[in-house]
């Protein structure tokens, strides 16, 4: 490695760039409101009229094949009540954050194939999840949407060993994520947890980002972790590789056991995912 890093934990790169990736006023706005026993969908309605193009993007999602409803959502008020106040919160985390992360330098990574790949993700963890027939599929989505996003912040703070490490992956032909590990004691899994734990979001969505690629028998939430783990791959599989990743890895037999598919399902998953995505990112890049 041809310069140390200056950041000897997670914790360290993440208090480093504390100011620069800080959610908005209408998010936390919008989190009390549904997180209050007072308030009403009227009023969590007009948190959200007043950022138009939020609420405009909101609606799109609606009216997708994201959804699929038979019928025109023309209100928020509408979209909150088929989709709920907590599962459209969980959306506006997603979009918010896509917004956060710009600069990042374009030798290092293409921004538009980072955000496909994470898109296609978290589109394969919702049709994942809802062939299991879980609740609030919304949360699978947004897990998958940002199980990277500590790398984005890893791409910004040490461009130069990020792109060593790349290299180093294509020529060993091994997981970048290894040597994240095996060279910095931390990788970008730590990055996103630790991130979203200053962000005072649940146990249950920061330790499934940490723990999707540690499958073990000892993960806190096996279910989260397990179809976020096979999403990265069904997305990476399928062609959207975009996050500096080159190694597919196989999937784990604890993943694949914990989530009780059947082989066949890859054909169901990659047919959605194909029918969804392209309208998806368009609304999520707000391109």
Known sequence: MS????????QEMVNAVDTVYTLPATFHKLSEAINSPTSSMDEIAEILGNDQSMCMRILELANSSFYGFPAKIETISHA????????IRDLVLGTTVIEMFEGIPSDLVNMNSFWKHSIAC?????????????????????????????????????????????QQARVRETSLYKLELETLQFTHED???DLMTQWKFPT????????HHQ?????????????I?????????????????????????????QLGLETSSLKEIEKELDRQLQEVMKIMMNK
């Open 3 to 10: 310069s140390p890093c200056p950041f000897k934990t997670s």
């Open 80 to 87: 909150l009540t088929l989709i709920g106040a907590q599962q």
């Open 122 to 166: 978290g589109l394969s963890a919702k049709i994942i999840a809802s062939l299991r027939r879980e609740p609030n599929i919304e949360r699978f989505f947004v897990l998958g949407l940002l199980h990277d996003m500590g790398r984005m912040v890893m791409f910004q703070k040490i461009p130069e060993i990020m792109t060593e490490l790349i």
């Open 191 to 193: 990055i996103g947890a």
């Open 204 to 211: 249950r969505l920061s330790e499934t980002i940490r723990k």
């Open 215 to 227: 499958i073990s028998s000892f993960v806190k939430f096996p279910l989260e972790s397990s179809v």
């Open 229 to 257: 783990h096979f999403a990265d791959i069904c997305a990476h599989t399928f062609g959207f590789d975009g996050s500096g990743e080159s190694f597919i890895p196989p999937v784990h037999p604890i993943a694949w056991s």
